[in-house]
């Protein structure tokens, strides 16, 4: 395992956690522990990249989809937080409005996304034609973005929440339907990142 996957993998965790407890605070939900995310996260990032460091050994793709696996989880967080922010602002958490911010949340988390699976997970630092590699991530990316706006806003404005009787409010049920998404759209993004993009 090199250097800069460790250095990688605490920064990531550590942005999680940070992430996380904004994201908690906003839909108020009360983790009495917050506290101890930004200790526990890295760590566990770290150890769940050392053991498919050694897995990989038998099955090799096991390294890159870890690596992978802990750049969505970020992405899914940017995602969440910035969408969280935006519903915070605005105070605004269903419909048009809704989709738009989930639309801008989306389109921030894939910039992040772009930059790390470029040059961490797939290390692709030089790149012969890198426009064209661009406009393949865009590409990609774009199909995601549907996926995942499409199946939020499904879930979020024409599913609703079931638990809307039972104290669930709209912003918990929004950030379920944006996680759902977020794990529909990593699979595909997964899937043509590494087909398409970053072969």
Not at 18 to 38: E, G, T
């Amino acid at each position: 395992m090199k250097k800069i996957d460790i250095v990688s993998s605490i920064i990531i965790g550590e942005i999680c956690a940070w992430l996380m407890i904004a994201i908690f605070k906003n839909i108020n939900f009360q983790f009495f522990r917050w506290w101890f995310l930004p200790i526990f996260l890295p760590i566990l990032s770290l150890a769940g990249l050392y053991v498919a460091y050694f897995v990989s050994k038998k099955i090799s793709i096991v390294y890159q989809a870890a690596k992978f696996i802990l750049i969505g989880i970020l992405n899914t967080l940017v995602d969440l937080g910035v969408l969280n922010l935006l519903i915070f602002v605005s105070d605004i958490s269903t419909g048009f409005v809704f989709s738009s911010f989930k639309g801008i949340s989306f389109i921030v988390a894939v910039i992040n996304s772009y930059f790390w699976n470029k040059f961490w997970t797939f290390k692709k630092s030089n790149t012969v034609q890198p426009g064209k590699e661009f406009l393949q991530f865009l590409i990609v990316s774009l199909i995601g973005f549907g996926i995942n706006v499409g199946v939020a806003s499904l879930i979020v404005n024409l599913i609703g929440s079931p638990f809307q009787y039972s104290g669930v409010s709209e912003q918990i049920w929004a950030n379920i339907g944006a996680i759902i998404a977020s794990l529909v759209g990593m699979t595909w993004n997964f899937i043509g990142y590494k087909i398409f993009v970053f072969k």
